[in-house]
């Protein structure tokens, strides 16, 4: 005695399918995504159900996810074990949207008149169970809650309404069958019953779900066919895993999976955050900078997953631009899939995270300075990126001090810390010197150079691009400011006759001054030369040469 009701989608679900059915949409691959993630969420529920009630009779043993392709009914098959759903369920779940992110969703939708725009705003949000729609024409749906008896099949062609009917006999779980849609068919970049095509999405976007994605391939031997269900994601959530749990092999082929390097990273960083807000994190520094580190396009290397479900790469609001070049993952456990990256920006939870995650990796490369080689190696490749973040990353800016280092006339090549640099200075040394130019000779030979050397003070010899900005923002270290030997007054302890030549020079000073007044500020008798007659010194709030030069590159 089954009997079929047709009923309809609330509104708010309406304009929603009607963009899934309506939209050419540029990657449609993410809807298996999202109905993998629905059986993984489903197979969670239900060991945790059976876990604390008793009662339930269940068999938890054999939990998974099938996937099955029939290629003439141009048909796929989302199947799962896990908690099912009643039939109210079914109704309020499906039939209604009671995502909070929804509403903001559809608000944005009407603002945006741009249709290239409005998709990707759809791509950002996700939609969960009714993307299906943007490759089906039709969704049968048959489910059947753990515990209960009879079963419920919901169908719909995503247009106004559906249909619901109790079934006497279903497996437990659910399943959801999409009726692929026949202008697809002849697109190969749309062609979901093509295992390789199931195989790449599984892999890219659910390789790391805990539960077996299990796909029926047909496999002939001795003229015989037969379907075997075959595991297709690694289901290797490393970054959940402690770091004694697996092999350094297995983070380094964990590394290279993700960044498509082939070398092994220079270090591995895991985090494990619990309390009101759970994440995991695994991030890697690697061992050699990539071509377009200082490109303008450079990504960010971390991924986000939420719940070991891939939502996006190149995550750039947990990690700063700086540190662009750390890869991993970062899987958060209470985020929505459908979360954005607007959201993301904004979400003070997320910037939390981020705030300890970049502390950490600071604190990971303090700590690699006790092994010189690796820090240099590291300070070789990604030195003159994690300089920038002296400019734009102020709550940092004392611990990015710590970690860096500098050429310096101290030593023919090796690098100085600030602290050695501080630790060397000369009694009565206020400040630490530095000149910035365009090479360590061109710098070493420079007029401003000599009475440094002939007193032996240090100077830090400031070759990068980057140098140049930082230097005239970062006010001190260790409460010695940054001095440019290059600006302003230099007094390096003037000596009784430096002081009785002052006074001699006056009026010939005065009237250098007068002579070159068009070109020049002011003469001034100095000690910073002991073999050049004259040098051309900037003020001390002046730019230098080489800033003015980039500034004047950069049309401003
Ligand atoms: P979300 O997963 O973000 O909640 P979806 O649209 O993907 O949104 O799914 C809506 C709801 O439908 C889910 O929260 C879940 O309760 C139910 N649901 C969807 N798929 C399944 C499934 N395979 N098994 C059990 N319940 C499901
Ligand atoms: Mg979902």
Excluded at 407 to 413: C, D, E, F, I
Aim: hydrophobic residues 35%.
């Amino acid at each position: 005695s089954t009997q079929i009701e047709t009923l309809e989608f609330q509104a708010e679900a309406r304009q929603l399918l009607q963009l899934m059915v309506h939209s050419i949409y540029s990657n449609k691959d993410i809807f298996l995504r999202e109905l993998i993630s629905n059986a993984s969420d489903a197979l969670d529920k239900l060991r945790l159900e059976a876990f604390r009630d008793k009662e339930l009779q269940v068999d938890t043993d054999d939990l998974h996810i099938e996937l099955e392709v029939d290629k003439e009914q141009r048909t796929l098959t989302i199947r799962d074990n896990g908690i099912g759903m009643s039939r109210a369920e079914v109704v309020d779940l499906i039939g209604t949207i009671a995502k909070s992110g929804t509403a903001e969703l559809l608000r944005k939708l009407k603002e945006t008149k741009d249709t290239a725009a409005s998709h990707d705003l759809i791509g950002q949000f996700g939609v969960g169970f009714y993307s299906s729609f943007m490759v089906a024409d039709k969704v049968t749906l048959l489910t059947r809650r753990a515990g209960e008896s009879h079963a419920t099949q919901w169908e719909s062609s995503g247009e106004g309404t559906y249909t619901i009917e109790s079934v006497d006999d279903a497996p437990q779980g659910t399943s959801v069958r999409l009726h692929l849609k026949p202008e697809d068919a002849e697109d190969h970049l749309f062609d979901y019953t093509a295992e390789y095509k199931i195989r790449e999405i599984v892999r890219r976007y659910s390789d790391f779900i805990t539960w077996p994605v299990k796909l029926a391939v047909e496999r002939t031997e001795n003229e015989e066919t037969k379907v075997e269900f075959e595991t297709v994601n690694s289901m290797k959530a490393l970054w959940a895993r402690s770091k004694d749990d697996a092999t350094e092999a297995e983070f380094n082929e964990f590394y290279k999976h993700i960044s498509h390097d082939w070398t092994d990273p220079l270090e591995i960083i895991q985090m494990q955050a619990e309390g009101t807000f759970e994440y995991q994190a695994l991030l890697f520094i690697p061992s050699h900078a990539p071509l377009d580190l200082f490109m303008r396009e450079s990504k960010r290397g971390v991924q986000l997953y939420v719940k070991r479900v891939f939502i996006m790469d190149d995550c750039e609001a947990l990690m700063p631009e700086y540190l662009r070049f750390v890869k991993g993952v970062v899987d958060a456990q209470d985020l929505s899939l459908n979360v954005s990256r607007e959201i993301l920006q904004q979400d003070r939870q997320i910037q939390l995270m981020r705030r300890r995650l970049v502390k950490k990796v600071l604190s990971t490369v303090k700590t690699m300075m006790n092994d010189s080689a690796r820090y240099e190696t590291f300070w070789k490749e990604f030195g003159p990126a994690v300089k920038e973040g002296l400019i734009n990353d102020f709550d940092n800016r004392e611990a990015i001090l710590e970690i860096s280092s500098f050429a310096s006339t101290h030593h023919a090549t090796d690098q100085t810390t600030l602290r050695q640099y501080v630790e060397r200075m000369k009694d009565g040394q206020e400040h630490i010197y530095y000149l910035t130019g365009a090479s360590r000779s061109i710098i070493e030979n420079s007029p401003h150079m000599e009475a440094f050397t002939a007193k032996g003070y240090e100077v830090l010899i400031l070759t990068d691009t980057i140098d140049e900005m930082w230097v005239s923002s970062v006010n001190e270290f260790d409460g010695k400011s940054f001095q440019s030997i290059a600006k302003g007054q230099v007094d390096l302890d003037p000596s009784d006759k430096e002081k009785t030549d002052r006074e001699d020079f006056t009026d010939l000073l005065a009237w250098m001054t007068e002579t070159l007044k068009d070109n020049i500020k002011e003469v001034r008798l100095t000690a910073r030369l002991t073999t050049s007659p004259a040098c051309i010194v900037g003020d001390s709030n002046d730019v230098t040469p080489t800033l003015e030069k980039m500034y004047r590159a950069m049309g401003q």
